[in-house]
């Protein structure tokens, strides 16, 4: 089997509104064109994984079948126009909760499953987020990192100051991958 690349996405702020904690279904709003910048990535021959911290469920403000209802609403708008979401991967963990683990980003554990699962190939892959600990495991595994502009919270570390590069959205973040192939 041929490795593919993917887009590493990150979910709350990237794909759909970061409603500061998406306890359901309900709240599940896909940003502006993000659906139709996934289908693109798809056509192009693209795995789109969405890897996600989920600190809420460890917090105690969502459950992991609120978690898992919120993702399969996700994954039902976004093909309803057309997108194919490949893995929807989580962290459910908070480290002054419920210790410290693996697979919260910019921890490695999730990326490294989606790689293994889907036959990934991570240096041609881009890692897309709101936030920095979205794109940092880029370095480690070998792919480009963008920031988007669509999310409600920052970072201590300003992003461009870290090397990454910065674009407005998902469906900016999709053309300059798609342009670099
Ligand atoms: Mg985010
Ligand atoms: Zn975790």
Redesign the pocket.
């Known amino acids: 089997m041929s490795l593919k690349p993917a887009l590493f996405l ?5 794909l759909i509104v ?1 409603t500061d904690f998406v306890r359901g279904p309900e709240a599940v709003v896909p940003l502006p064109g993000a659906a139709e910048a996934v289908a693109r990535a798809n056509a192009a021959g693209w795995y789109a994984v969405v890897i ?1 911290n989920q600190s809420g469920i460890a917090r105690g403000i969502l459950t992991e079948d609120d978690y898992q209802a919120v993702a399969r609403e996700v994954e039902r708008q976004f093909a309803a126009r057309g997108a194919r979401l490949d893995l929807q991967l989580h962290c459910p963990h908070f480290p002054a909760i419920s210790g410290p683990c693996e697979c919260r980003k910019p921890g490695l554990k999730l990326y490294r499953q989606a790689v293994a699962q889907l036959g990934i190939d991570p240096l041609q892959s881009w890692f897309i ?3 920095l600990r ?1 794109l940092v495991p880029a370095r480690a595994l070998g792919g480009r990192g963008l920031h988007v502009l669509t ?1 409600t ?1 920052t970072d201590d570390t300003p992003i461009t100051e870290a090397g990454f590069e910065q674009v407005a959205d998902l469906p900016a973040a999709v053309a300059r991958a798609l342009k670099a192939r």
């Open positions: 990150d979910r709350d702020g990237t970061d996600t987020g709101d936030r979205d999310g919270r």
